[in-house]
């Protein structure tokens, strides 16, 4: 048993130097294996989180300086309506003028399906705040060239409309503050409501102070995996802020990008720098070609009610929650005396419990 015993200890002793190595040279190396799987971990999560996403700048969608026959019949990917102009720094959609109108739009249907637009523009005038007008829009739409009172468009129209409004109709603004970005999807039947600022049928948005910048002011669309995104950079520092996200909205191919703007009693110049459409490369799985084999017809959102719910949530809130805090204040109040008066009560009743 003692030899049995020794023989033990020996092996012990003999198998720890073997162990040292292992954890020296082995560990270490198990480390570095869960380090590199947990960068591929996330790498793979940020690019799900982009999709993959590869950009290509497609210039028969695209709208940029020198605006080189620009209007003019044949010429050009892209055609001038109303009071738009071209001058040799920007497409002028309205100027500074009463009732105007104008609007720009490409004679190439768009059929990708996923894209994104930067646009560049700029909305100035003498009018002081409050006193300027209506704003612009930026469309993609199954109808062009055609004029109406939606930003210079027509109303009922049949797709995608992200408007730039730089005046409130409606009187009782508690919390929206104007310049405000909103998105629409029409599907031919939607009437946009003007006096209460599109907010019966807006997707969402931001307030965003545009207006006399001296720096350049940008809006950003995305439309990937059904999924519809803007952001704005409008304070000088060249950085995205959202403005709105909206997943499952269902945009058909074949659309005509297009810009217009309009003026009314009160003016402002609106004015197009440059368009640019980039075609996205999307990584799809199977599953995911195979729910999207079916051709998109009619623009629609997903659970667009309860899209309606929130906005009515919202316009509420100013009244609604002045009144919720100071029903909250006063019932904490009530509750309070009606604690202090039933505790006096139970200290007199113990109290009297001693005589």
């Not at 930067?118 to 055609?146: C, P, T």
């Not at 730089?166 to 009782?172: A, G, I, L, Q, R």
């Not at 009693?265 to 799809?284: A, E, G, M, P, W």
């Amino acid at each position: 048993m003692a030899a049995a015993s020794s023989s033990r200890e020996h092996y012990k002793e003999s198998k720890s130097p073997f162990i040292l190595i292992f954890r020296e040279k082995i560990m270490p190396c198990k480390s570095y294996l869960i380090f590199a799987f947990l960068i591929c971990t996330v790498s793979r999560c940020f690019a799900e989180d982009d999709h993959e996403l590869e950009e290509f700048l497609k210039r028969e969608y695209s709208l940029s300086k020198p605006y080189q026959g620009v209007g003019s019949l044949g010429s050009s990917h892209w055609e001038l309506m109303g009071d738009a102009m071209v001058t040799t720094d920007q497409v002028r959609l309205t100027p500074d003028m009463q009732s105007r109108q104008g609007a720009i739009w490409s004679r190439i249907p768009c059929n990708l399906k996923d894209w994104e637009m930067q646009v560049h523009f700029k909305i100035h005038g003498q009018g002081k705040k409050n006193l300027n007008g209506d704003g612009l829009a930026i469309w993609y739409s199954k109808e062009r060239m055609q004029k109406g009172p939606v930003f210079g468009n027509m109303d009922n129209f049949t797709g995608l409309g992200v408007f730039v409004d730089t005046y409130p109709n409606e009187e009782k603004h508690l919390e929206r503050i104007f310049p405000f970005v909103l998105a629409m999807v029409g599907n031919g039947s939607i009437s946009y409501d003007h006096e209460r600022d599109g907010r019966s049928t807006e997707l969402g948005g931001c307030n965003a102070m545009v207006r006399n910048l001296k720096h350049d002011t940008f809006l950003f669309i995305r439309y990937v995996r059904h999924r519809l995104t803007v952001m704005i950079d409008i304070d000088g520092q060249h950085e995205w802020r959202d403005c709105l996200d909206i997943p499952g909205v269902r945009l058909p191919q074949g659309y005509y990008f297009g810009a217009s703007a309009i003026t009314g009693d009160l003016s402002d110049n609106h004015d197009i720098i440059s368009l640019k459409l980039y075609q996205l490369t999307v990584f799809r799985s199977q599953k995911e070609e195979e729910e999207e084999e079916d051709e998109i017809t009619i623009p629609s959102v997903d659970n667009m009610d309860l899209l309606r719910l929130g906005e009515n949530e919202e316009g509420m809130s100013g009244i609604s929650i002045f009144f919720t805090v100071l029903f909250s204040i006063l019932g904490c109040i009530f509750l309070i005396v009606i604690g202090l008066v039933v505790y006096s009560h139970w200290t007199e009743s113990r109290r009297k419990r001693f005589y």
